[in-house]
């Protein structure tokens, strides 16, 4: 971790610190010496999970309250150098059946997050997770921050509208925003109670169960899958560089991996389970990208970042945690 030290004694507040990413973020944290209040309004049928924040739970502040809530959020902005926003509403499937709540989580809590931040710390960084969705269906791979932006479902839509309003406040109140679009990303602390979305740790559920994983389609879409140790450290990184503000990135390995094969090395890593392909459901086909794979030339330029879990790895480390910790994931 090249950031070592940067963020000791650095008061941070990470919005949606219970899910997955978030959980996986303030343990990183406070083994940096940070001092970490999480924000979080444990949203049914996403991430948000206590027992992922056990190891830390003396050691962190946690706020149930929500994004949307302007008088949460004016008090817990005040004082932070660094906010990562990372409460979403983040199941694609979701997104379609209940688009307000998408747009009411993913845009106006965004807003009431800028805002508090306009009226009560204007020195504070903010880090964005947004996603690779916002670019929709590839017209050229791997894709780059220029590609255009054409996102498919609403879920896409939101991300690609609060990255916006964050750059508009960079821009015009100078409150430093940087923004990701993030790739799919697995491992340890992601939930596991459906398959609506984080589709990697249900194929590896479906494999520690000895179950049939249902691969869409032929299975020969492509997909960039990032180990969740890599975003922690790129999210630290970008956090850390100031010539990150005010920019855009993709963030991903780079590396394209098909569904089948996917299933596949899951198989053999787990020594349990088998593909099974069966057809798209029609809520999946109608919000699915097509291949997509990520080109990280930028920050890796800009934050000295690069993704060192391979595959193999972040799998075997994966299955581990879940072999382990099961009943606490379904
Ligand atoms: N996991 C991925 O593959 C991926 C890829 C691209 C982008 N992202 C983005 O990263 C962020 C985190 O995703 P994750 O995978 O950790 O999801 P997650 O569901 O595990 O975590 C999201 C957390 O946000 C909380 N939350 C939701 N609405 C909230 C609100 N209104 N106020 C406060 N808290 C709220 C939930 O309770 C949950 O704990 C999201 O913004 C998501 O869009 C994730």
């Given at each position: 971790m090249k950031t070592k030290g940067m963020f000791k004694d650095k008061e941070v507040l990470v919005t949606g610190g219970i899910g997955f990413i978030g959980s996986n973020l303030c343990i990183e944290l406070v083994k940096n010496g940070a001092h970490v209040t999480i924000v979080d309004n444990?949203?049914?049928?996403?991430?948000?999970?206590l027992f992922n924040i056990k190891d830390i739970e003396d050691k962190v502040r946690v706020n149930f309250s929500d994004v949307r809530n302007g008088l949460s959020m004016n008090h817990l902005v005040k004082?932070?150098?660094?906010i990562f926003h990372?409460?979403?509403?983040?199941n694609h499937v979701d997104s379609m059946r209940n688009p307000i709540q998408d747009l009411e989580i993913n845009c106006r809590g965004t807003l009431v997050l800028l805002e508090a931040l306009r009226h009560n710390n204007r020195d504070a960084r903010v880090v964005f997770a947004g996603?690779?969705?916002?670019?929709?269906?590839?017209?050229?791979?791997?894709?780059?921050?220029d590609h255009p932006t054409n996102p498919k479902g609403i879920y896409a839509v939101t991300n690609l509208t609060a990255e916006k309003m964050v750059l508009v406040y960079d821009d015009i109140f100078g409150i430093k925003g940087a923004c990701l679009r993030i790739t799919n990303t697995y491992g340890p602390r992601h939930q596991m109670a459906h398959d609506e979305y984080g589709v990697f740790n249900w194929f590896i559920r479906k494999a520690i169960d000895n179950e049939a994983i249902p691969v869409f389609g032929d299975g020969r879409i492509l997909r960039d899958f990032i180990y969740v140790d890599d975003i922690v450290d790129c999210m630290l990184m970008t956090a850390a560089s100031?010539?990150?503000?005010?920019e855009v990135f993709n963030v991903g390995t780079g590396i394209p991996v098909s569904f089948v094969e996917l299933a596949k090395k899951i198989v053999e890593i787990a020594g349990s389970g088998h593909a099974q392909f069966t057809e798209f459901t029609q809520e999946r086909k109608e919000v699915e990208p097509g291949d997509y794979y990520t080109n990280i030339t930028k920050i890796k330029q800009t934050t000295g970042w690069k993704p060192l879990v391979s595959l193999d790895e972040g799998i075997k480390k994966t299955i581990e945690y879940y072999r382990k910790y099961k009943k606490e994931y379904w």
């Open positions: 444990m949203l049914p049928r996403q991430g948000g999970n004082g932070k150098h660094y990372l409460a979403g509403q983040v996603t690779r969705g916002e670019y929709g269906s590839s017209v050229k791979l791997p894709v780059d921050e100031d010539n990150a503000y005010g």
